[in-house]
């Protein structure tokens, strides 16, 4: 804790004080760089929107989520057939001073619609290789055949213009796409699509990571890659008449976050008031709530709030359709499916997680709701599965042997993840199945997924973006391992569906077809649902204007410190309970970040 402290006192910007009002303090995590072409962990996704900005963002508000103009002045003109978005620039956006921009003397310069051909640019160059090139890659007209032609040419001319990527004049942008993709704009949200500027790219070369250049709120004031990263607002952000900067940046000059990794340290700052917000841990959780699940009377006393944010994410075991055993044999995975003991499950994570009735998270558009096949807890029709199979009381008739599977799982060293393992193979052997838990190193467990090696596996994906698609993609056959398909599910008929439900707007015609298309999901059954988790999070009673979201990336701008206000929360109805809170406990997480 000393240690700590001396850090914290050491990361403070020169003439600051840990208690200045104006300034955040949060926890931060190591990150390699701040090139929003490149990492793909939610931790840089949200240190870089603090110092970089896309042309859409997220409503801060809005439930269900929807998208809003960032840099864009407007939401985009959109053509009858889906395929060009044509945006319109806010004037008067600058990037931050710096020495890279010669031309004007280190001042800088205005934003023009180029900047965002050339960034896409860089997600597409081969060179780069950006762990975003999922989300542009046959989608936009011309760039695909300009990402080859780099390859071919062992280097890529940024110059070379692309027919579906182009700025019509300094101010207007347009994009042409190969075929309808209606999730675009979600895309465009990311931090993939962010606007970087040339002049900084080419001025410090590979240490450009180490040198972020942005439109965003703040700008980079120190890094210090295992200690702190302290961003400060970036004064011409607040110039000129954008909605965010009445929304009270004004409030946080500053904001530190401090690269502490253990629980028990964070929880120590927090106590201490050094830490304005925290995620709860498996170990804070009985210091924190007491036992009917309500906040513990001395944190309430101090202003501590406890805010629930349920998780975009389904946690799943999967099972490998081409394993000779499972792939073929639908009742016995469907006979392991309805042996899985959701409520158990639940009472051992302290109800911080409930099962889902379906791959699709709950509320996000597209999804139909409730299925009417949707799987639940019953041993008995289990077992008659399991006889149907061929395996009566888990037993081969052929050899009198009992049935043994193989479960793969990352995260060894993780004491909950051995715990709640152990209990789902307990499960499995009340239906009369042996299940092998094989623990393994992260690298080595998805190197098992990519060469489709693992016979059952534990894994977990949290979406990209709020549309049914976004997990649906998870169960198409051309996606199959090494792409996001990991259990590789092939059905001709979802196939086809699929393709059809996937170009259309959202609408009650696409969510009935995915309603099909999880029907046969949960009849062809490669996933035993498993859980659908609830984080929670503390915050000081100074941090004002805080309001969950699944996908919080840039949004400080509307926080307020020391009681000056902020925007209204929204309703919550419909969120979880405060008993059915979570923390990232149940295994290897997925996020095509």
Same mark, same amino acid.
């Given at each position: ?135 542009? #890659? ?153 036992? $009917? ?75 139909? $709701? ?29 050899? $009198? ?30 239906? $009369? ?73 959202? #609408? ?73 809170? #979570? ?11």
């Amino acid at each position: 804790m000393a240690l700590v402290a001396g850090l914290m006192a050491g990361c403070a910007p020169r003439g600051s004080r840990l208690a200045d009002s104006n300034t955040l303090r949060i926890v931060g995590a190591r990150i390699g760089g701040f090139d929003p072409a490149r990492a793909g962990d939610a931790a840089s996704a949200a240190a870089y929107a603090r110092l970089y900005e896309g042309l859409v963002q997220y409503d801060y508000t809005a439930r269900p989520y929807r998208i809003i103009p960032r840099l864009a002045e407007a939401m985009p003109d959109i053509s009858a057939d889906g395929l060009e978005y044509r945006f319109r620039l806010r004037e008067g956006i600058r990037f931050a001073d710096d020495p890279c921009f010669a031309a004007t003397g280190g001042r800088g310069r205005e934003l023009v619609a180029e900047d965002f051909v050339y960034s896409i640019k860089r997600v597409a160059d081969p060179f780069i290789n950006s762990s975003g090139w999922w989300a542009f #890659s046959d989608r936009i007209e011309g760039l695909d055949e300009f990402r080859a032609e780099a390859q071919a040419a062992g280097r890529t001319d940024y110059d070379r213009p692309v027919s579906g990527l182009r700025a019509e004049d300094r101010r207007t942008l347009r994009i042409r796409l190969k075929r309808p993709y209606p999730q675009f704009l979600w895309v465009l949200a990311m931090h993939y699509a962010y606007a970087v500027p040339r002049e900084a790219v080419e001025y410090y070369g590979d240490q450009f990571p180490r040198h972020p250049v942005g439109t965003g709120p703040y700008r980079l004031a120190a890094w210090r890659p295992n200690y702190a990263m302290v961003w400060e607002r970036h004064p011409a952000w607040q110039a000129g008449e954008r909605a965010e900067a009445r929304a009270g940046l004004a409030a946080i000059e500053r904001i530190v976050a401090y690269i502490v990794q253990d629980p028990a340290t964070q929880w120590l700052l927090f106590l201490q008031g050094r830490l304005d917000l925290i995620g709860v841990s498996r170990d804070q959780w009985d210091a924190v709530f007491a036992p $009917g699940g309500e906040l513990r009377p001395e944190l309430a006393r101090r202003g501590i709030e406890a805010v629930p944010i349920p998780a975009l994410e389904i946690q799943y075991i999967g099972l490998n359709m081409e394993d000779p055993v499972l792939g073929s044999n639908r009742a016995l995975r469907q006979a392991l499916a309805w042996a899985f003991d959701g409520e158990a499950w639940a009472r051992f994570h302290g109800g911080r997680v409930r099962r889902p009735l379906s791959p699709i998270p709950a509320g996000i558009a597209g999804d139909p $709701g409730p299925p009417a096949n949707a799987i639940g807890f019953d041993l008995h029709r289990a077992r008659a599965l399991l006889r149907e199979a061929g395996y009566p009381d888990g037993r081969d008739p052929r050899t $009198g042997r009992r049935l043994i599977l193989t479960l793969d799982i990352a995260d060894a060293d993780r004491p909950e993840i051995r715990q709640s393992t152990d209990l789902f193979v307990q499960m499995m052997d009340r239906l $009369g199945v042996i299940v092998q838990p094989s623990y393994n190193n992260r690298p080595t467990f998805f190197q098992k997924l990519a060469r489709r090696q693992a016979q059952m596996f534990r894994l977990s994906w949290i979406a990209d973006y709020p549309d049914a698609q976004n997990f649906l993609q998870l169960f198409y056959g051309p996606n199959a391992s090494p792409g996001p398909n990991r259990t590789n599910y092939a059905n001709p008929e979802f196939d086809r569906t699929y393709e059809q439900f996937r170009e259309m707007p959202d #609408s009650p015609e696409r969510t009935a077809l995915a309603a099909r298309l999880v029907e046969h999901i949960l009849e062809d059954c490669p996933w035993i649902l498993m859980g659908q988790p609830t984080e929670v999070v503390l915050k000081q009673a100074r941090l004002e204007g805080y309001i969950p979201h699944a996908f919080p990336f840039g949004m400080e701008p509307y926080w307020r410190l020391q009681g000056e206000g902020g925007p209204k929360r929204p309703d919550r109805r419909g969120t979880a309970r405060r008993g059915s809170l #979570s923390f990232d406990e149940h295994g290897t997480t997925e996020r095509r970040f």
